[in-house]
């Protein structure tokens, strides 16, 4: 009982000792492992994590097998090549990937420190050289870790979705790495909560609420917020007819239906005979007052949501870089059923704002057999002559492409790591020895 | 106060030293003012009523709790100037030790070897020693949930010695163990005290501390009591009196006119004295009335009478 050797531990325990006095913010690679190892340790062991990545495996498959069935049937059905059903299936995988992975991120942190703390475990580790944000740190870095097999127990059905085609590696890194940094944040925000209350519930339910509020709360808030950057009487600038050739255009019209009623009036093939052609050498700028939503000072609120920040990062399939006409990313997202462009080319087209200037000229060259098409953003027009050519008419008003240039997911991803590091600091702030104030009720040990 | 345990090894060796500590929790003032010092290579007892702030001392000594006003060192080191390094040097075992549901013995203090430094190989031979020195070797590779009470109290000094501390600070240690146990506790805390660590010891089973103990600190309602105060030498005691022919003593002491109580059913009696001088005096009477007296021993032990001799009350 008398021999306690203190042969080689003087020396090793000499290298621990540093000249810093409180050390709440050092961080040294070995107190880290030891921490994570603790911890990774303690979860893997238990039963229930298997059983958890079991569930977790399953629904994942379940979910995508539902996904590919109907993708495939839809592009069956609408006559695209099988190359669109991939970014759709890819598309939705991810996404709901990204929602499971929130949902179950803070079950890994969010009872970390006041479970330890109410199971005195904490106090006997603080008691240690560690460092507060050693401590902290390795519970995030295991946590995290665990959330990180999580994903990765999702790569097959990506890989899966791959098949169909359309998707690159490249695509499903990024989707990844943006994910993991998501979980991340959760895992801190979960962190910070269980430092801050004693209970665990009430941890929990914070934690969620966070979540919560990042995915839901980000696109009801600005949803709901339109109504507020509605202005109604607002100059917009219209290259069209000016009110009073109109008026006359109008007239005309009438007067054609009137001077015959039994005369063909269908437009099956192009205009009927003797249908009055527009004036559209009159074509002018003038000034209309119209109501108009202000899109552009209220999207930015989407910004930190996951699924935003998400989409934004995927890049497109680079079959995409082939054709210009993908240059148009809402023409992309409406032709593929890609939900991630989709987001992405909504998010960009609600920065963009409303039109402050207007060509209601083109249209009235299908008074002309002309074939005028909006895309399917609705921001740009195209003009087809009869023949098929495309005619030297050129709209004096920009068109409005929404395209893949400016990203603007490094705004949320940043919001997000920034709430992410608030959280770790008030857990490290929480924990900081020794310990000034206690909060009522709580003992140390 | 002079203990009755090995000499303490009285060199100039930096002990605990904790002068003028308080600490509230709101309107509870937990700690204070104490003042005292524990010497290196002695075991000091610290020895309360419940409540009277011996936990939330440790807890200052340990670097975790910050005292409101006052200095505390350990080791020579200012805990809150120096609160790394005041941590390196204590090992601390706290009232109740949490265990981590999954890991087993070994890994508990491999875990905190690595936690002080140590290397994973040394880690290891660490926590063999330490297991075979509690007498938990059987129990190495079992999850410390399963541990009784008892076993759980050794596995949780096991991990105070983890890094071989300068300060060993020990918050009821002996609960729950068994005899045997406690009476290597003993052994384990002397010996430790015979390498000039400094140790304090909180604990409410004075007998206990009794053979083991070289100082002690008294503390009521968060203060340091003065140990002078409740010297017993002259204090009214009672002592047990033990003869080979108990009709003998008992005849003495009624000649004597002393008053006695006999215990049930033993030859054991116990007479109330006033200090140690009235009992050197018994002593000689008896030997000189030839009783075969065998036995004259306090009844309680030195620190539970000092404890009851404190008067005050429990928080
Ligand atoms: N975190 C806390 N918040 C509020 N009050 C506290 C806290 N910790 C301790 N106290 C109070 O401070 C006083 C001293 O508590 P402490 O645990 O130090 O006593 P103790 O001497 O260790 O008692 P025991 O012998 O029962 O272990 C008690 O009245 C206790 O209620
Ligand atoms: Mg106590």
Redesign the pocket.
């Known amino acids: 009982m008398s021999s306690i050797t203190d042969t080689d531990m003087t020396a090793s325990t000499d290298t621990r000792a540093r000249s810093t006095t409180m050390n709440t913010w050092g961080l040294s690679w070995r107190g880290l492992r030891t921490v994570v190892d603790l911890e990774l340790r303690q979860r893997m062991r238990s039963k229930r994590w298997l059983v958890a990545l079991a569930v977790w495996f399953s629904v994942i498959g379940a979910m995508t097998t539902l996904v590919l069935v109907a993708t495939a049937s839809m592009s069956r059905y609408s006559g695209d090549t099988e190359a669109t059903a991939g970014p759709m299936a890819f598309g939705l995988i991810t996404l709901f990937v990204l929602g499971a992975g929130l949902v179950i991120a803070p079950a890994f942190t969010a009872t970390s420190i006041n479970g330890d703390r109410n199971q005195g475990t904490l106090a006997t580790l603080q008691a240690t050289p560690l460092s507060t944000v050693e401590i902290v740190a390795g519970k995030l870095v295991a946590a995290w870790a665990v959330a990180a097999v999580f994903l990765v127990a999702a790569l097959p059905f990506i890989v899966w979705s791959m098949l169909l085609g359309g998707i690159s590696v490249v695509q499903v890194l990024i989707c990844f790495a943006v994910m993991f940094a998501l979980i991340a944040v959760v895992c801190a925000v979960g962190l910070g909560f269980s430092a801050m209350f004693d209970r665990s519930a009430s941890s929990t339910v914070m934690t969620y609420v966070v979540v919560a509020s990042l995915s839901v709360l980000t696109l009801i808030v600005p949803a709901l917020a339109t109504v507020l950057v509605t202005v109604d009487n607002t100059t917009v600038r219209v290259y069209g007819l000016p009110p009073e050739a109109e008026w006359e255009y109008q007239q005309a019209i009438d007067d054609w239906y009137m001077a015959d009623q039994d005369l063909d009036h269908s437009w099956e093939n192009g205009a009927p005979a003797g249908f009055p052609a527009p004036p559209v050498q009159k074509c002018s700028w003038h000034e209309v007052t119209t109501q108009v939503t202000h899109t552009d000072r209220v999207w930015w609120m989407v910004l930190p949501n996951p699924f935003v920040v998400v989409s934004d990062a995927a890049p497109l399939p680079s079959s995409t870089k082939a054709d210009p006409y993908y240059v148009d990313l809402g023409h992309y997202a409406a032709v593929s059923g890609d939900p991630l462009a989709g987001i992405r080319a909504t998010v960009r087209e609600a920065a963009i704002g409303p039109e402050t200037e207007r060509d209601d000229c083109i249209w009235l060259y299908t008074y002309l057999g002309y074939n005028v098409s909006q895309e399917y953003s609705g921001t740009t027009i195209t003009l087809t002559a009869p023949d098929g050519s495309r005619p030297d008419y050129v709209s004096p008003v920009e068109p409005r492409v929404v395209t893949t240039g400016t990203p603007v997911w490094p705004w949320g991803l940043g919001a997000n790591l920034l709430l992410g590091a608030f959280f770790f600091w008030v857990a490290v702030h929480r924990l900081k020895i020794p310990y000034k104030r206690?909060r009522?009720?709580?003992?140390?040990a | 106060m002079a203990g009755s345990g090995a000499q303490p090894g009285v060199d100039a060796q930096p002990g605990i030293s904790v002068r003028g500590v308080r600490r509230c929790?709101?309107s509870?003032?937990?700690?204070d003012g104490m003042t005292f010092t524990a010497p290196a290579g002695a075991v000091t007892a610290l020895v309360?009523?419940?409540?009277?702030?011996?936990?939330?001392?440790?807890?200052m000594l340990a670097g975790l709790l910050q005292p409101d006003e006052g200095e505390v060192t350990v080791a020579d080191l200012d805990v809150l100037r120096d609160n790394e390094r005041a941590r390196t040097a204590v090992g601390w075992m706290p009232?109740v030790f949490g265990t981590w549901d999954s890991l087993t013995c070994t890994e508990i203090l491999t875990t905190f070897a690595r936690a002080y430094g140590m290397s994973a190989s040394a880690a290891r031979a660490r926590a063999r020693d330490l297991l075979d020195q509690m007498h938990l070797t059987e129990l190495a590779g079992r999850p410390a949930r399963v541990l009784s009470r008892g076993q759980r109290q050794r596995l949780g000094l096991a991990r105070a010695l983890v890094h071989d501390p300068q300060v060993l600070l020990l918050?009821?240690p002996a609960s729950g163990m068994d005899p045997r146990s406690r009476i290597e506790l003993r052994d384990t805390l002397r010996s430790l005290a015979e390498k000039g660590k400094t140790i304090l010891v909180?604990s409410?089973i004075l007998s206990e501390l009794e053979e083991v103990y070289n100082h002690a600190v008294f503390?009521s309602r968060?203060r340091t009591v003065d140990a002078e105060i409740v010297q017993p030498v002259a204090a009214e005691r009672g002592w047990r009196l033990e003869a080979t022919d108990p009709v003998a003593l008992r005849v003495f002491l009624d000649r004597a006119d002393i008053p006695y109580t006999q215990t049930s059913g033993s030859s054991e009696v116990i007479v109330q004295l006033s200090g140690w001088d009235s009992a050197v005096q018994l002593v000689k009477a008896a030997v000189t009335a030839d009783v075969p007296l065998h036995t004259i021993a306090p009844v309680a032990g030195r620190l539970e009478e000092a404890y009851l001799a404190l008067n005050e009350e429990r928080?």
């Open positions: 206690l009522k009720g709580t003992r140390v | 929790f709101g509870v003032r937990a700690v309360g009523p419940n409540g009277s702030g011996k936990t939330t001392l440790l807890l009232d918050d009821e909180s409410h503390v968060g928080v």
